[in-house]
């Protein structure tokens, strides 16, 4: 754990929302500024746009994304002065001539992907662990951050009758609270952005009744979080029979929505559950609509669906390739997001009017939930490996309630005191009482269908 983890955790109260608002504020100062309410309208306006205006915009940018990319970013000029080499003259104006773009690609040389009219040290640096544990490193420009949280604001907050304005919370992977802590608070105020950030951690049964009466003592108006952990609050608020909090809606990302997590959550908020789909790189985005349609953000990316090498027709399920559109000075060109999903069989009418495609279910990769020895779900773990370990790929394996083993393919330098950290890291989430066993390994095998599992729970359905 860094040490202003540690730092943070030892604050009072008072203090820890001091730190909060202040990052708050420093991040609504990269999110918002003087065009952001213009953005907002003119995305807005686009949602009626007809198909052939979209197919036109989307060509144009295509177009301006493509050459930028071809003849502007370090990795894709070398890709096709290689090609060129070897005597392949296919134009690079054509999306279907790019090959499929890896995130380990992305992973290993990422600073080749920024254009090389960007300076780096003006630009807003993400660094995620995605799904997988493995980290990946994101570059994005002011105005790239500004058009994001425009579009946000737009498609996800103002659709819903709620705005940034609001009073929100937000149930995420950050440890704003240690886990070993049994009294509230597990939250921190963040003034900067109105939001009650809380624990995905201690959502032990015997804690949710402090959760709700946080939501009630902070007013908050709506909720925004893993489906996971927003789904574990509301199955103890029913138990509790505590139903009498009123949301105006439960926003849910990061993790697919299924039927049960909508219909407990909705009953426990006393408001429509919507789902919403993304990810860190910014190559394709969607939220759902009052009338239970995702619809896609075509201004964020280009999505194409592929079954064994061919595109897939809409109801078909395949991978999700993903051309970025609004990130054009990190450009991701067929970038294999690592989600399985399909467009929607439907001819993009939708009974809101708006004409921004629809996609079909997203499948997701579905991590299994962990149990804590009392008992509480842990959703996802991957914030573990968030800050910089030496770790190339991991693998979080439950083997009974009381005994987690994890598989680390370890990099350069990694050594016992990295051991120890993953140790304490895991015990801060599932607690003290927890058995965590780390094992080195060459390599962590994949499913039978080639993929990638973060996490495998052994226990018991
Ligand atoms: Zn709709």
């Known amino acids: 754990m860094p040490d202003w983890v540690k730092l943070y955790h030892q604050m009072p109260y008072?203090?820890?929302?001091?730190?909060?608002?202040?990052?708050g504020y420093h991040l609504r100062s990269w999110r918002y500024g003087r065009k952001t309410?213009?953005?907002?309208?003119?995305?807005?306006?686009?949602?009626?746009?007809?198909?052939k205006q979209w197919r036109k915009w989307q060509e144009e940018k295509l177009a301006f994304l493509l050459h930028r990319a071809a003849t502007q970013v370090p990795y894709y000029r070398e890709q096709w002065n290689q090609r060129r080499r070897q005597g392949d003259r296919a134009s690079w104006e054509y999306l279907e001539n790019w090959p499929i773009l890896s995130k380990d690609a992305v992973r290993s040389?990422?600073?080749?992907?920024?254009?090389?009219?960007?300076?780096?040290?003006?630009?807003?640096?993400?660094?995620?662990?995605?799904?997988?544990?493995?980290?990946?490193?994101?570059?994005w420009s002011r105005e790239t951050v500004q058009n994001w949280y425009a579009l946000f604001e737009a498609r996800c907050r103002l659709w819903h009758e709620v705005s940034r304005h609001d009073r929100w919370a937000i149930l995420g992977g950050q440890l704003v609270t240690p886990v070993g802590q049994?009294?509230?608070?597990?939250?921190?105020?963040?003034?900067?952005?109105?939001?009650?950030?809380?624990?995905?951690?201690?959502?032990?049964?015997?804690?949710?009744?402090?959760?709700?009466?946080?939501?009630?003592?902070?007013?908050?108006?709506?909720?925004?979080?893993?489906?996971?952990s927003l789904y574990s609050l509301a199955i103890e608020a029913i138990k509790q029979k505590r139903i009498n909090i009123q949301m105006k809606v439960v926003l849910t990302n990061a993790e697919p929505l299924y039927d049960y997590q909508r219909s407990a959550i909705e009953t426990a908020f006393n408001c429509p559950v919507r789902e919403t789909y993304g990810m860190a790189e910014i190559a394709a985005a969607a939220s759902e609509c009052r009338h239970g349609q995702m619809h896609i953000w075509p201004e964020v990316g280009y999505v194409e669906v592929m079954n064994n090498d061919q595109t897939a027709s809409p109801g078909v399920v395949g991978e999700l390739i993903c051309t970025g559109l609004l990130n054009m000075d990190m450009p991701l060109i067929r970038y294999q997001v690592g989600d399985e999903g399909s467009?929607?069989?439907?001819?993009?009418?939708?009974?809101?009017s708006r004409s921004l495609p629809l996609l079909g279910k997203v499948h997701g990769r579905v991590d299994d939930v962990l149990y804590a020895p009392d008992g509480r779900r842990v959703g996802r773990l991957d914030p573990v490996f968030k800050a910089r370990l030496p770790?190339?790929?991991?693998?979080?394996?439950?083997?009974?309630?009381d005994v987690i083993r994890v598989k680390v393919v370890p990099a350069v330098g990694f050594?016992?005191?990295d051991t120890q950290d993953i140790i304490l890291r895991i015990q801060q989430r599932l607690g003290a009482g927890m058995q965590v066993?780390?094992?080195?390994?060459?390599?962590?095998?994949?499913?039978?269908?080639?993929?990638?599992?973060?996490?495998i729970s052994k226990l018991p359905q």
Not at 343 to 352: P, T
Not at 394 to 399: L, P, S
């Open 14 to 23: 008072p203090l820890r929302t001091l730190v909060a608002s202040a990052r």
């Open 37 to 51: 309410e213009l953005l907002i309208a003119e995305y807005l306006e686009h949602e009626t746009w007809s198909m």
């Open 109 to 139: 040389v990422p600073t080749q992907f920024i254009a090389e009219d960007r300076n780096i040290k003006n630009m807003y640096h993400e660094h995620t662990s995605g799904t997988t544990g493995k980290a990946l490193d994101l570059w």
């Open 182 to 228: 049994r009294r509230p608070p597990f939250w921190v105020w963040n003034a900067g952005l109105n939001q009650l950030y809380m624990s995905s951690y201690h959502l032990a049964p015997e804690l949710i009744s402090a959760y709700l009466d946080a939501l009630c003592c902070y007013q908050v108006v709506y909720l925004w979080g893993y489906t996971s």
């Open 343 to 352: 467009l929607s069989l439907l001819d993009n009418v939708c009974s809101c």
């Open 391 to 401: 770790v190339i790929e991991a693998q979080i394996i439950q083997e009974t309630l």
């Open 415 to 417: 050594g016992a005191a």
């Open 437 to 455: 066993i780390v094992e080195t390994v060459n390599e962590i095998p994949r499913t039978k269908a080639g993929k990638f599992k973060a996490v």
